[in-house]
Every structure is written in C-alpha cells, then in structure tokens.
Antibody, heavy 119, light 113 residues
Framework: EVQLVESGGGLVKPGGSLRLSCAAFGFTFSDYSMTWVRQAPGKGLEWVSSISSSSTYIYYADSVKGRFTISRDNAKKSLYLQMNSLRAEDTAVYYC????????????WGQGILVTVSS | DIVMTQSPDSLAVSLGERATINCKSSQSVVYSSNNKNYLGWYQQKPGQPPKLLIYWASTRESGVPDRFSGSGSGTDFTLTISSLQAEDVAVYFCHQYHSTPLTFGGGTRVEIK
C-alpha cells in the first residue's frame, strides 16, 4: 500500500526556518517524481515545488522561489522541503504527493502537515 | 501561468440526481505531441487530503466509482457525477499539469439538496 508520511511541521516565527520531511512506503520511490502542495486554512490548493525521480529537474512556484529548497534521498525513500525566510502567508497544510508518472497527475497524497508562521 | 476557473462555486443536488462541475483553463492544456489533455479532477473531504478521481481529462482512476466521469478538451472540461450519493459531499478541484506553475481551480463545493 502506498503511504506518504510528512513530518517536521509546527509553529515558527516570521523569518524562521523549518524542514519538512516525507517518508515513502509501498512503492519504488526512486521511480517517481514528487511534489509539495500546500493549502492555507479554508482555502484552495497551491502547488509549491516538484522534483524529478533523479533530482535532475526541479521546479518552484514564484511565491517560494529563493526561499524554499526541495530535495530527495532515494536511498532513504524520503522527500524534503527546506523552508527559509518564512512569512505569515506560508501558513498552510503542506502535502507531500507522488506523480502518477513523470509529468502526470498526482495520484497519492500524504495526510498533510501544518506549518504555522506567527509571532 | 495557466489560470483554472471553476464554476459554480457551490451546488446543491438531490440524492440520485446529476451534478455537473465546469472548469476552464486560460490556455490549452493539450500537448500536440501526444494529444493528451493534462487535466485532472480531485475530490477533497474535510480533514482529508485530495483524492484523484480523473486524469488525462477523462480517465477514471482505479477504484473510483463509474458514476464519476470527466469530459472536455483544450480549455473546457467537465466533471459529472451521474447519480449523487451521500458520500460524494465534498469539494472538487480541477488541476492542470501541462506546465509549471502547476495550478488548481478554486474548488466547487457539492452538497445535498
């Protein structure tokens, strides 16, 4: 069974940093591109960043470019999101998600982890 | 950026009746190289992550009931629930994965009338 489990969220002050992790289970992690999507409380879905299976291709939303860094460790079957210079508008549930195939729809999502940026 | 516009924002449908959700993209989401529409539909229930229903605009994900169907091409797409069930109460999002930044529609809330 495919499972994605996020960790590392919490409360952080504006300007602070957090590192989200996503552990993958039940599939060959190194075969899939992965994505982070966030959802502010009561709002819609916002794509944050994607990374190809071997980390060759990396993409970011303009809203996080230069502040967030996506990475992966295929040996550890893990996806990461390093978030620096956090702002109040980064407050959201962050979902780790798997692309069905490279360049295709996201098919599996983690349960999400809440990041709150507040003083 | 490709802007995804959904309509309506919400709709109330009687049990067993049809629900129709529309999604319009600001640019075509078809790749000429493979003639595929890079468009998906998701269902999200409160406190849960989104669930993939439809991809390539009209391909039903494994395990999704056949009352859910997707149609359309280019810039205009539709998600249809042919006979609404109580468990279908949720917010539905369309999503283009044609090009970055990947974008989602604003969501349509489906309720029981």
């Amino acid at each position: 069974e495919v499972q994605l489990v996020e960790s590392g969220g919490g409360l952080v002050k504006p300007g602070g940093s957090l590192r989200l992790s996503c552990a993958a289970f039940g599939f060959t992690f190194s075969d899939y591109s992965m994505t982070w999507v966030r959802q502010a409380p009561g709002k819609g879905l916002e794509w944050v960043s994607s990374i190809s299976s071997s980390s060759t291709y990396i993409y970011y939303a303009d809203s996080v470019k230069g502040r967030f860094t996506i990475s992966r460790d295929n040996a550890k079957k893990s996806l990461y999101l390093q978030m620096n210079s956090l702002r109040a508008e980064d407050t959201a549930v962050y979902y780790c998600a798997r692309e069905k195939q490279s360049g295709a729809a996201v098919d599996y999502w983690g349960q999400g982890i809440l990041v709150t940026v507040s003083s | 950026d490709i802007v995804m516009t959904q309509s309506p924002d919400s709709l109330a449908v009687s049990l067993g009746e049809r629900a129709t959700i529309n999604c319009k993209s600001s640019q075509s989401v078809v790749y000429s190289s493979n003639n595929k529409n890079y468009l998906g539909w998701y269902q999200q229930k409160p406190g849960q992550p989104p669930k993939l229903l439809i991809y390539w605009a009209s391909t039903r994900e494994s395990g999704v009931p056949d009352r859910f169907s997707g149609s359309g091409s280019g810039t205009d797409f539709t998600l249809t629930i042919s006979s609404l069930q109580a468990e279908d109460v949720a917010v539905y999002f369309c999503h283009q994965y044609h090009s970055t930044p990947l974008t989602f529609g604003g969501g349509t809330r489906v309720e029981i009338k």
